[in-house]
Antibody, heavy 120, light 110 residues
């Protein structure tokens, strides 16, 4: 059974750096074809993809946020970490991590999401 | 502004058939599979359709997907009250080198 769970601060101040951790079970990020992505959804708005990391450490970033994002994995801990610098109130959103494979090519399992509010 | 274009809303009565469209371009829908997600209020998205028209295990056959050129559609037949949710289309964009999403369609069951 594949599960994912996001953790991190619920409140960050403007210009601070956000660090979110995705802890997962039921799969290994060292298995060929497996990836974990981060996505977000501002209140009442659409989904937005942020970053993706694959089993071979291939990393992809949203072009519009590339300069602010970093994604890493710790295979031994079954964790993926996303950092986003220079946070702004417009970054207030529910942040999700999700499982992906190169076979299905979709986010087929999602975490419950974590709401991050950016406010002074 | 989302890369893929969906109507913001759709509606239908119980038992009816509803379709939701998703429009893109050659760099995304035109050259990659389309995926559909369902999001109930206050919950995470759930994969509904993958590879244009495939249903994951557990998704009723009332849901079907299709694609033609740079557009795709999700059809829901035998509409039920529990189908009331937000629906998102998604695909890979070769120019952006990553997944892209539509703006979402809020389905109301009258």
């Amino acid at each position: 059974q594949i599960t994912l769970k996001e953790s991190g601060p619920t409140l960050v101040k403007p210009r601070q750096t956000l660090t979110l951790t995705c802890t997962f079970s039921g799969f290994s990020l060292s298995t060929s074809g497996v990836g974990v992505g981060w996505l977000r959804q501002p209140p009442g708005k659409a989904l937005e993809w942020l970053a993706l990391i694959f089993w071979d450490d291939d990393k992809r970033y949203s072009p519009s946020l590339k300069n602010r994002l970093a994604i890493t994995k710790d295979t031994s801990k079954n964790q993926v970490v996303l950092t986003m610098t220079d946070m702004d109130p417009v970054d207030t959103a529910t942040y999700y991590c999700a499982h992906r494979t190169t076979v299905v090519r979709a986010f087929d399992y999602w975490g419950q999401g974590t709401l991050v509010t950016v406010s002074s | 502004q989302s890369v893929l274009t969906q109507p913001p809303s759709a509606s239908g009565s119980p038992g009816q058939r509803v379709t939701i469209s998703c429009s893109g371009s050659n760099s995304n829908i035109g050259s990659n599979y389309v995926y559909w997600y369902l999001q109930l209020p206050g919950t995470a998205p759930k994969l509904l359709i993958y590879r244009d028209n495939q249903r994951p295990s557990g998704v009723p056959d009332r849901f079907s997907g299709s694609k033609s050129g740079t557009s795709a559609s999700l059809a829901i037949s035998g509409l039920r009250s529990e189908d009331e949710a937000d629906y998102y289309c998604s695909t890979w964009d070769d120019s952006l080198r990553g997944p892209v999403f539509g703006g979402g369609t809020k389905l109301t069951v009258l």
